[in-house]
C-alpha cells in the first residue's frame, strides 16, 4: 500500500529566508510524486510534479523538489520565501489506480 | 471563467437534511473526483468517476452518494446530513491519460451540518 508523511504540520519562517517542507512516501511499485499548494479560500493547484528523470524537479513561483528514492524523499524548497507564499501545501502520490493519496498538509505561514 | 466551479461555496444546513453539492468544468475531461478536507487529515477521496458510466467509492463513501449527470457535471449527496460530515468538499478533474495526471481542483464548498 502507498502512503504519504508530511512531518510537519506547520512551519513559520522569516521573508526572504529560506524554507524546506518535508515529505516522505512508500510504495511498492513505480512512483509518481507532486507537490499542491492551497491559497486561503481557493482549491488546490498543481507546484511540481515528478515522473521520471532528473530527480530535481523545478516548479512555479521559485519552488523545486528533489527526489531522493533512497531516503523515500520528496522535499520541498525555496530558497527566499514571500509574504505571498503564505498556503498550505500538500504532497501526494499517484497510486496504480489512477488515484491519488495525499498527506496531511503543511502549512507555511511567512512572517514580516 | 474558472474550470471547475462548485455550487454552493457555503452551506449551512440540519441534521438529518438532504443536501446535493454541484461540480461542473469545462476542461473536457472525463475524469471527475470529490474530496473532503478536514484539518489535520488532509484530502480523503470519497468517489471518484472514469466517464459517465464509470463510478467507484473512494475511502469514505459511507453517507453519501453521487451522479454523473453528463460529462462536465458530477454532483455529491448526502442523504442524510450529520455533524461530522461539516468539512470542505472539493470536486476535481483530470485528463484521464495515465498516473501522472495532473488534477485540477474547483474553489471547495464549505458545509456545516448543525
Known amino acids: 500500500a502507498q502512503s504519504v508523511t508530511q512531518l510537519d504540520s506547520q512551519v513559520p519562517v522569516f521573508e526572504e529566508a529560506p524554507v524546506e517542507l518535508r515529505c516522505n512516501y512508500s510504495?511498492?511499485?513505480?512512483?509518481?510524486l507532486f507537490w499542491y499548494v492551497q491559497y486561503p479560500n481557493q482549491g488546490l493547484q498543481l507546484l511540481l510534479k515528478?515522473?521520471?528523470?532528473?530527480?530535481l524537479v523545478k516548479g512555479i513561483n521559485g519552488f523545486e523538489a528533489e527526489f531522493n528514492k533512497s531516503q523515500t524523499s520528496f522535499h520541498l524548497r525555496k530558497p527566499s520565501v514571500h509574504i505571498s507564499d503564505t498556503a498550505e501545501y500538500f504532497c501526494?502520490?499517484?497510486?496504480?489506480?489512477?488515484?491519488?493519496?495525499f498527506g496531511t498538509g503543511t502549512r507555511l505561514k511567512v512572517l514580516a | 471563467d474558472a474550470d471547475v466551479t462548485q455550487t454552493p461555496r457555503n452551506r449551512i444546513t440540519k441534521t438529518g437534511k438532504r443536501i446535493m453539492l454541484e461540480c461542473s468544468q469545462t476542461?473536457?475531461?472525463?475524469?471527475m473526483y470529490w474530496y473532503r478536507q478536514d484539518p489535520g487529515l488532509g484530502l480523503q477521496l470519497i468517489y471518484y468517476?472514469?466517464?459517465?458510466?464509470?463510478?467507484n467509492k473512494g475511502e469514505i463513501s459511507d453517507g453519501y452518494s453521487v451522479s454523473r449527470q453528463a460529462q462536465a457535471k458530477f454532483s455529491l449527496s448526502l442523504e442524510s446530513a450529520i455533524p461530522n460530515q461539516t468539512a470542505l468538499y472539493f470536486c476535481?478533474?483530470?485528463?484521464?491519460?495515465?498516473?501522472?495526471?495532473?488534477?485540477?481542483f474547483g474553489p471547495g464548498t464549505r458545509l456545516t451540518v448543525l
Open positions: 476535481a478533474t483530470s485528463a484521464g491519460l495515465d498516473r501522472t495526471d495532473t488534477q485540477y
Open positions: 510504495s511498492s511499485v513505480s512512483v509518481y
Open positions: 515528478y515522473l521520471s528523470g532528473s530527480t
Open positions: 501526494a502520490v499517484s497510486s496504480g489506480t489512477y488515484k491519488y493519496i
Open positions: 476542461k473536457g475531461h472525463d475524469r
Open positions: 468517476s472514469f466517464d459517465v458510466k464509470d463510478i
